[in-house]
Structures are given as C-alpha cells and as structure tokens.
C-alpha cells in the first residue's frame, strides 16, 4: 500500500465526515441513536423500506446501514474531488484498522440500465402496506424496480393532523406526488407560503427542491412516482419553510416546480377516440422528459390494439374500472387502486370500460436529464 503523507494544503476539500455501522434491523437502531443518545436524523433511505440513515450529534455524523460489516470501523470522507487528495488513494486503512474512505460530496445519480417488463398491481384488502419515513405506509406498485430504474408507492396516512417530517430534500431524476383521496398540507422552497394538495391535485418535485409535509387529513392516500428506484432523502437543519424568497420559475436541474390543481384544469380530448384528459404541465416543466395526464371515458366505444416505444408506461385506476388487455397476458380488469406498467412494443388495448373511469397517466422518455 503506497504511505499516505500529511497534506500542506487541502484546499476546503473535505466538507464533512460519517461513521458507518452495521446493524441486522434498522427501526430500533434508529430509535436507540436518535431517542436514547439524542443524534439527530439528516437522511434516511429507501423511504418505503428504509435500510440506511444517517446521524449527527456530538461533533459526529453516523451511517447506520443494515448487512454492513463494520468490526473496525469506516471513516468516510466527503469531497468536492478526492482524487486530488492523497495522491489519488481513495482508500486506506489506519493504524487501528479503520477503513479510510474518500468519496465524492455529491456523486452522480446512477441510473439503472432499462429493464422493461410487465408488472400488473391490484389493490386488495390484504395488500402488504410497509411502514416508511414519518410514519407513512407504503404499497409497492413495482415490486421488480424495472431493475432499479423506477419506482412507484401508493402512500397512506390513517390517521389525520400533523405530520412528524422535517425539512428535507431528494436526489432524483423525476419525482411526482399525485394526491389520490384526501387532503395534505406542504410548503415548498421558492414558492410561497404552505398549500393544501386535494385529490385529483398533484406536484412535480424537481430535483433538490425543499420541502415538508405539514398536516394530513385522516385516510390521505398518495400516489408517488420516482426515478430512479433507490434514492436518498436529505434532511436540511439550516433552511426554514416557506423561505424569504418566492422564485416560482425557479429552474432545479433544469426543470421547474408544478402545482397542478384538478378543479382549474381544462379537460382536452385524449389521443384515443371516447376518452378526455387534463395535462399537469409536467411535461413542459421537465423539458419533455415526462408526461402526465389524469384520463377519464367519456363515449367510449373500443380501441384498436396499440404499443408504446417510450422508456416507461405507467397507469393507475383513479375510479371505475377498465378491462385492459395485453398480448401474451390474460385480460385484466383494473379497479381503483390498481396499476399496471406496461413496457415498450408490447401491444394492448383498452376493451370496456365503466361511465366513471378515471386513471392517471405517467409517461417517461428515454433521453436523461441529469441531476
């Protein structure tokens, strides 16, 4: 191993520094580091099935991550570019065996390779519902991540009033909140002071962009859609909500924060005959990257057999039903509460449908918008 010298200068490199433990369970290892000795939490991911967080207290910040293996320790340092400290040795061991680290402050989101697959999710009365952060539950809608490259959760809060969250912020591609039944309170940086979110409204999270969820109704269910799958949330101790500027088009990573209210919003005719839908704006906000519509019938008779070439088909049954069928797949009716991923040049077809359908539209194409 090449001898690590002591550096004249490091030029602000390091900014901060974590421990990394392993634990075999998350939820009361958390609740011992941040009740029982008082750490606070500044991040914690997945948000459906947590497996890692992180703590500061005490002059020292603390990873907690469940599998690792950490008898002696790991000190990881977080530059701006570590390749220019220690001559380029990005790991290193110190005398008592602790394991060295130098990574970047601020790495660059991976984006899975596409791995597009069918994936039908119907809500049932036994449907598994994970406890995630801030004490929400989560129902997984694609329990295979299309590899890792996107995730979708049905999110509900049973019981109303304030919500436990803090301040806090995501490293995403794309990020939607859809409101589904309910209502929910949240304030956003830049714009303004807190909004209640309704059913049938929805917001477009660009990447970075602060934020907190401040009350709920009882019963709020939330549809939320994300890319990629695995991304962490950020807690921000220093910044306060609404903030001192109001910026609505502020552009984060290229793309703009949308507040879609559903009772405002004008009803077009939908690309297929016997169907209408409303725009979210999303799609002009992300540079095309992503479109979204709430859909509804209304005269409609049937429709042809028909496939996509983008990178990611999402539909969820807002209310009604509709008979969907798909080549090499039984025919599936879809009730409130069921979603379905369909994947490029498969063909499908929406054969019946009830007076009062209603389902939401995600659509993704496959260029990157790099965050």
Same mark, same amino acid.
């Given at each position: 191993m090449v001898p690590i010298t002591k550096q004249a200068n490091f030029d602000n490199q390091i900014q901060s520094a974590e421990i990394v433990l392993g634990c075999s369970e998350l939820n009361q290892t958390l609740e011992f580091y941040n009740q029982i000795l008082g750490l606070v939490i500044e991040s914690i991911y997945p948000a459906d099935e947590p497996k890692v967080a992180v703590l500061s207290g005490y002059g020292i910040r603390l990873r907690l991550e469940i599998g690792t293996s950490a008898d002696t320790g790991t000190l990881r340092l977080l530059c701006t570019n570590p390749s220019q400290i220690f001559a380029g040795q990005l790991q290193f061991q110190a005398p008592n065996g602790t394991t060295i680290e130098l990574i970047e402050a601020l790495p660059e989101i991976i984006l899975p390779p596409e791995k597009q697959s069918f994936v039908l999710c119907q809500l049932q009365q036994d449907s598994d519902w994970g406890l995630g952060r801030a004490g929400m539950q989560y129902r997984d809608l694609i329990?295979?991540?299309?590899?890792?490259?996107?995730? @979708?959760s049905h999110i509900r809060i049973p019981?109303?009033?304030?919500?436990?969250?803090?301040?806090? *912020?995501?490293?995403?591609? *794309?990020?939607?909140?859809?409101c589904y039944k309910g209502w929910v309170k949240v304030v956003y940086e830049d714009q303004g002071e807190p909004f209640i979110l309704k059913a049938g409204d929805c917001v477009l999270q660009?990447?970075?962009?602060? /934020?907190?969820?401040?009350?709920?109704?009882?019963?709020?269910?939330?549809?939320?859609?994300?890319?990629?799958?695995? /991304?962490?949330?950020? @807690?921000?101790?220093?910044? @306060?909500?609404?903030?001192?500027?109001?910026?609505?088009?502020?552009? *984060? *990573?290229?793309?703009?924060?949308?507040r879609h209210i559903a009772t405002t919003a004008k009803w077009k005719p939908w690309r297929i005959a016997g169907f209408e839908s409303r725009d979210t704006g999303i799609g002009k906000a992300t540079a095309g990257l992503t479109g979204v519509y709430v859909i509804r019938s209304t005269d409609f008779l049937s429709t042809e057999m028909q496939s996509h070439s983008e990178e990611f088909l999402f539909l969820f049954t807002l209310r009604g039903y509709m008979d969907l069928s798909c080549e090499k797949q039984p025919l599936y009716k879809l009730n409130a509460g069921d979603s379905v991923v369909i994947p490029k040049n498969m063909k499908h077809a929406i054969t019946a449908v009830s007076n009062d359908l209603e389902f939401l539209e995600v659509r993704m194409s496959d260029k990157f918008k790099a965050s």
């Open positions: 329990p295979n991540r299309q590899g890792g490259r996107f995730i @979708a019981e109303g009033g304030p919500v436990p969250d803090y301040v806090h *912020f995501h490293r995403v591609r *794309f990020q939607l909140i859809f660009p990447p970075t962009i602060r /934020h907190r969820v401040l009350e709920s109704s009882a019963g709020l269910e939330v549809v939320e859609v994300g890319c990629p799958a695995l /991304h962490e949330t950020f @807690a921000d101790r220093e910044m @306060a909500l609404p903030n001192n500027s109001i910026n609505p088009d502020r552009e *984060f *990573f290229g793309q703009k924060f949308v």
